[in-house]
């Protein structure tokens, strides 16, 4: 399992009173086509209305990509977060809103950083080089951890800020592997290995003030845990259920729900969260997961069964919230972001990007369809309010790759990116990422124009107006590691210098510092100001 730094652990890591969820017929509903297309109903009746409702015209959603570098886009109003608080500003100004009130209105939520690097502090470990190192931060809490001679985890707590020491403990018992360290809301949580999926494991949980032991529970290598503000949910694959766990003494948070199962028997299913706009404009792992998912309106889960339903589920109270049936197999790509959740259907010749609302039971709606069936699905991410973005790439042919961004009123609009294999949000800006022949990494805009064009390396999401950007892979051996810093806004990244001696894998970051495991120590760059 990777560790609690470049990239996420895999921690394997409401109907109203007295109603029952609604559900809808076995088989599902028909989806609605955005372009009306014969044979398909469109509901409800009358002019073809857009996906949650609105009437929409123009051409069809789908049709052939546009090729090459795409032209400058028409005049015409703008979107996303830096769009709206440029908006809100000229509406400020008219109605003479006035002095701080204006000002707070205006505020550019992601404002571009002030890029420089500093060595912080080096924060001790043990006498001999640790064969595992782990760290994790969350806001102003960091956190490292690494095995001792018996076998146990040493957790060291320090300032974020400063690197300053606040605790330093060990876990209840040994392990002979660890998986990691995850920062949780006032709390870190620490994850003993295991060989096989069906291995116990140990979870501990400890409080981020003192170190002391809160709880711990014996889960097994296969399961998986989604930490919420107060609660975390163990999608417990031996007895294939959900999980509540009260934070703050892992006592059940609600009654355990079950898995949907399929007439054999087969109750396997795939579990993810419904993000918010603040978790996706927040740090993240290198492959785009939110390091602080909690963020927002992020209480709430997507549950794929092995029958193919899809079951909204509130994580805080415990209940099944909403059921769609016939929607995916547990291995589709799935996104869920908001009220709005997108689904690749690929069960046909030709794949389809489907929307569904998560507030109410109904057809979804399809916001693309391949123009052959040569063209498969890669991957996919809600990249921004009310929009997916879609890698698509011709069988073969990876050079051909392209970004399809669609929004909800079903507009399309593609873009080329050659070898991509990986699509990260920040905010309405789009991160696109090849790993071969070598690691680089395009921004683009949300018109699909480059910002930041095949730039080796890796880059990944400070918030949803800043990157930090790796020279290269953030690999296990220690390596003397370029870093560079770029506001979304920025012409050119702002190189930084290199960070020393460093383990890539283990390294962690806020908006302001990163903690990296060396040698024989952990040390503490501080890279921006706000």
């Known amino acids: 399992m990777p560790t609690a730094g470049g990239v996420?652990?895999?921690?394997?890591?409401?109907?109203?009173?007295?109603?029952?969820?609604?559900?809808?017929?076995?088989?599902?509903?028909?989806?609605?086509?955005?372009?009306?297309?014969?044979?398909?109903?469109?509901?409800?009746?009358?002019?073809?209305?857009?996906?949650?409702?609105?009437?929409?015209?123009?051409?069809?959603?789908?049709?052939?990509?546009?090729?090459?570098?795409p032209a400058p886009p028409p005049a015409g109003p703008l979107r996303g977060g830096r769009a709206l608080w440029i908006t809100v500003a000229a509406v400020a100004a008219l109605l003479g809103v006035g002095g701080g009130a204006a000002l707070w209105l205006t505020r550019d939520p992601y404002p571009a950083l002030e890029f420089d690097l500093d060595e912080v502090k080096r924060i001790r470990a043990g006498d001999e080089r640790p064969t595992?190192?782990?760290?994790?931060?969350?806001?102003?809490?960091?956190?490292?951890?690494?095995?001792?001679?018996?076998?146990?985890?040493?957790?060291?707590?320090?300032?974020?800020?400063?690197?300053?020491?606040?605790?330093?403990?060990?876990?209840a018992q040994p392990a002979e592997q660890w998986d990691g360290i995850v920062a949780v809301p006032g709390a870190v949580a620490v994850f003993a290995g295991a060989i096989g999926s069906d291995t116990p494991r140990e979870l501990e949980l400890r409080d981020a003030g003192s170190g002391e032991l809160r709880w711990r529970r014996t889960i097994t290598g296969d399961d998986k845990?989604?930490?919420?503000?107060?609660?975390?949910?163990?999608?417990?694959?031996?007895?294939?259920?959900?999980?509540?766990?009260?934070?703050?003494?892992?006592?059940?948070?609600?009654?355990?729900?079950?898995?949907?199962?399929?007439?054999?028997?087969?109750?396997?299913?795939?579990?993810?969260?419904?993000?918010?706009?603040?978790?996706?404009?927040?740090?993240?792992?290198?492959?785009?997961?939110?390091?602080?998912p909690w963020r927002g309106e992020a209480d709430r889960l997507v549950q794929l069964g092995?029958?193919?339903?899809?079951?909204?589920?509130?994580?805080?109270?415990?209940?099944?919230?909403?059921?769609?049936?016939?929607?995916?197999?547990?291995d589709d790509?799935?996104?869920?972001?908001?009220?709005?959740?997108?689904?690749?259907?690929?069960?046909?010749?030709?794949?389809?990007?489907?929307?569904?609302?998560?507030?109410r039971v109904g057809e979804p709606v399809i916001l693309h369809t391949a123009p052959d069936d040569r063209r498969r699905p890669e991957a996919l991410v809600a990249?921004?309010?009310?929009?997916?973005?879609?890698?698509?790439?011709?069988?073969g042919e990876a050079d051909r790759a392209e970004v399809v961004a669609v929004t909800g009123d079903g507009k399309a609009k593609h873009w080329t990116a050659p070898g991509a294999k990986e699509l990260v949000p920040?905010?309405?800006?789009?991160?696109?990422?090849?790993?071969?022949?070598?690691?680089?990494?395009?921004?683009?805009?949300?018109?699909?124009?480059?910002?930041?064009?095949?730039?080796?390396?890796?880059?990944?999401?400070?918030?949803?107006?800043?990157?930090?950007?790796?020279?290269?892979?953030?690999?296990?051996?220690?390596?003397?590691?370029?870093?560079?810093?770029?506001?979304?806004?920025?012409?050119?990244?702002?190189?930084?210098g290199e960070l020393l001696d460093v383990r890539g894998e283990s390294c962690s970051w806020n908006t302001s510092v990163i903690l990296c495991a060396a040698e024989k120590d952990f040390v503490l760059y501080r890279f921006a100001r706000s």
Request: aromatic share 4%; hydrophobic share 35%.
């Open 8 to 69: 996420p652990p895999t921690l394997p890591g409401a109907p109203g009173p007295g109603g029952a969820s609604p559900t809808v017929p076995a088989g599902g509903l028909p989806p609605t086509r955005l372009d009306g297309a014969p044979g398909v109903p469109l509901s409800p009746a009358g002019p073809p209305a857009g996906p949650w409702g609105q009437p929409i015209s123009g051409p069809p959603v789908s049709g052939p990509p546009v090729s090459g570098t």
């Open 132 to 171: 595992e190192a782990f760290t994790a931060v969350l806001g102003d809490a960091g956190y490292v951890a690494y095995p001792l001679p018996d076998d146990r985890l040493e957790i060291v707590a320090v300032d974020a800020n400063t690197g300053a020491q606040r605790w330093r403990k060990q876990t």
């Open 225 to 292: 845990v989604i930490f919420g503000r107060d609660v975390a949910v163990l999608v417990e694959r031996a007895g294939d259920r959900l999980v509540g766990l009260r934070l703050r003494d892992g006592e059940p948070a609600w009654k355990p729900i079950d898995n949907p199962r399929t007439e054999s028997g087969d109750a396997r299913s795939t579990v993810l969260r419904v993000g918010s706009e603040e978790s996706a404009g927040g740090p993240a792992y290198t492959d785009g997961t939110p390091r602080d």
């Open 306 to 330: 092995a029958d193919r339903s899809a079951r909204l589920i509130d994580m805080t109270g415990g209940s099944v919230v909403r059921t769609w049936r016939s929607v995916a197999d547990r």
């Open 333 to 359: 790509l799935v996104a869920a972001r908001d009220d709005r959740m997108y689904v690749v259907d690929d069960s046909g010749g030709q794949y389809r990007l489907l929307a569904y609302d998560l507030t």
């Open 383 to 395: 990249c921004g309010e009310d929009r997916a973005c879609l890698l698509e790439v011709p069988s």
């Open 426 to 496: 920040v905010g309405e800006h789009l991160l696109a990422r090849r790993t071969y022949p070598e690691p680089a990494s395009t921004l683009f805009d949300p018109e699909g124009r480059a910002v930041l064009a095949d730039r080796p390396g890796v880059a990944v999401r400070l918030d949803g107006g800043n990157l930090l950007v790796f020279a290269d892979p953030l690999g296990g051996g220690e390596a003397d590691r370029s870093v560079a810093g770029m506001a979304v806004d920025s012409q050119k990244p702002d190189e930084l």
